[in-house]
């Protein structure tokens, strides 16, 4: 199983970056996906997730800024960060728990200056 995750960047504060990530080695039309993060100093904290039938769920701390999306043909989770706020600079993961597993990516770090 492999998580590549993208798209990450500097930006300024109300700005917005679109992450994304492929998932290969698993039937990935099948399994939910999630997106976590983790700041410095803090524990890595989930922001999003989406199912199968492309239902998501969201962190509380979104407030509707971040949509979760998937395309099952090609493999891939976006994740769209929008109004992004200094407290969103942190590294970005993709996630998945297959056959009772958890699989990383390897981060993509997002860095909003105000």
């Known amino acids: 199983v492999q998580l590549q995750a993208s798209g990450g960047g500097l930006v300024q504060a109300g700005e917005s970056l679109r992450l994304s990530c492929k998932v290969t080695g698993i039937n990935f039309s099948i399994n939910t996906i999630d997106w976590y993060r983790q700041a410095p100093g803090k524990q890595r904290e989930m922001v999003a997730e989406?199912?199968?039938?492309?239902?998501?769920n969201y962190a509380p701390f979104v407030n509707g800024r971040f949509t979760i999306s998937r395309d099952n043909v090609r493999r891939w989770v976006y994740l769209q960060l929008n109004d992004l706020e200094p407290e969103d600079t942190a590294v970005y993961y993709c996630?998945?728990?297959?056959?009772?597993?958890?699989?990383w990516g390897r981060g993509t770090l997002v860095t909003v200056s105000s």
């Open positions: 989406i199912s199968s039938a492309h239902h998501a």
């Open positions: 996630h998945v728990l297959f056959r009772s597993n958890d699989f």
